[in-house]
């Protein structure tokens, strides 16, 4: 089964300074991948996702983009964080096996100050 | 665009009881249905998925079910106990690549 890793595990960011969030997958190859965050008081919210290398679909227009570099991994970044951007942002991918059932990651608590 | 709704968003209830969480949808269209258990500053945890064209899931005390033509899913946890205290999750499916759509959740504390 896989395992989804996001670095780092909690992060305290002034507004205005840049962002790297990575989120890397093992025992699994070429899987969907997806960003969410959970903001305060708001449900789990869909960023971006991606099928493939260099593949990005973005949901919600906003201050962040996302990257992917090699087939488990996926890079969430902003060149210059908001208040708005504070959030428990968690990595998924689909588990293997057929169920199509999602699978997150431990995640990554962002404080903008 | 779906819409995902869970009532109640709270509840607190003495261990040992029956509880039913609900959770409704806008777009009946959906391939999946999937329930998560979210402990506080953690991540998700899988509790139960149904497909689109099942009624129910079961797995232990838990019990989902899904009547997709008319929005709905249910999920049952019988016996509750204070370690079922956390927050659940409904999200939905539309059979793309792109991901799901989630509830605000229900928080639930079990009273010892």
């Known amino acids: 089964s896989q395992t989804i890793h996001q670095w780092p595990a909690t992060l305290v960011q002034p507004v205005g300074s840049p962002l790297s969030l990575e989120c890397t997958v093992e025992?699994?190859?070429?899987?969907?991948l997806y960003w969410y965050r959970q903001a305060a008081g708001r449900g789990l919210q869909l960023l971006f996702y991606?099928?493939?290398?260099?593949?990005i679909s973005s949901e919600v227009p906003q201050n962040l983009s996302a990257s992917r570099p090699q087939d488990r991994q996926f890079i969430l970044s902003s060149k210059k964080l908001l208040l708005s951007d504070s959030g428990f942002y968690l990595c998924?991918?689909?588990?293997?096996?057929?169920?199509?059932?999602?699978?997150f990651g431990p995640g990554t608590r962002l404080t903008v100050t | 665009k779906q819409e995902v709704t869970q009532i109640p968003a709270a509840l607190s209830v003495p261990e040992g009881e029956n509880l039913v969480l609900n959770c409704s949808f806008t777009?009946?269209?959906?391939?999946?249905l999937q329930w998560f258990r979210q402990d506080p500053g953690k991540g998700l945890t899988s509790l139960l998925l149904?497909?689109?064209?099942?009624r129910e899931q079961t797995s232990g005390r838990l019990n989902a079910s899904l009547d997709k033509s008319s929005g709905r899913s249910t999920l049952y946890i019988a016996a509750s106990q204070p370690g079922d205290s956390a927050t659940y999750l409904c999200?939905?499916?539309?059979?793309?690549?792109?991901?799901?759509?989630f509830g605000k959740g229900t928080h639930l504390i079990i009273q010892p």
């Open positions: 998924a991918c689909y588990r293997t096996g057929g169920r199509y059932e999602q699978y």
């Open positions: 025992g699994t190859s070429n899987p969907n």
């Open positions: 991606s099928v493939g290398i260099g593949q």
């Open positions: 777009d009946s269209a959906i391939y999946n």
């Open positions: 149904i497909q689109s064209s099942q």
């Open positions: 999200a939905v499916e539309g059979g793309g690549a792109d991901g799901l759509t």
